[in-house]
């Protein structure tokens, strides 16, 4: 559904989206690379379980949570990808750790 305008096949970086080793354009945000990865949501409503989409990509609307490099409420958007990044997708609320 999603592609890039620009060939950027010769700059990519390999990450890992919901266990699935991909290669994207090295210049672009999580966001960005989970649409091109072909991710039907890239989270899930903490109340209703409704998958979401990034919407914004500009750090609004907060529909764009993942998990990032293991750290949970990321806003995918607003990250960059970047070498051996994993990235999966955000299912309810995230749990904190207390300090
Ligand atoms: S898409 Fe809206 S905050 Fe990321």
Redesign the pocket.
């Known amino acids: 559904m999603f592609k890039t305008i620009e060939d950027h096949a010769a700059d990519t970086v390999g990450i890992t989206v919901e266990g699935v080793p991909h290669r994207v354009p090295a210049n672009i945000s999580v966001?960005a690379a989970a649409l091109l990865c072909g991710l039907g949501s890239v989270r899930e409503t903490p109340v209703t379980g409704v998958g979401r989409l990034?919407?914004?990509?500009?750090?609004?609307?907060?529909?764009?949570l993942m998990k990032i490099n293991g750290q949970p409420n990321q806003?995918?958007?607003?990250v960059m990808v970047a070498a051996d990044m994993t990235v999966e997708r955000q299912l309810g609320a995230a749990e904190f750790e207390e300090f």
């Open positions: 966001a990034p919407y914004c990509m500009m750090g609004v609307c907060f529909d764009c806003r995918a958007c607003q």
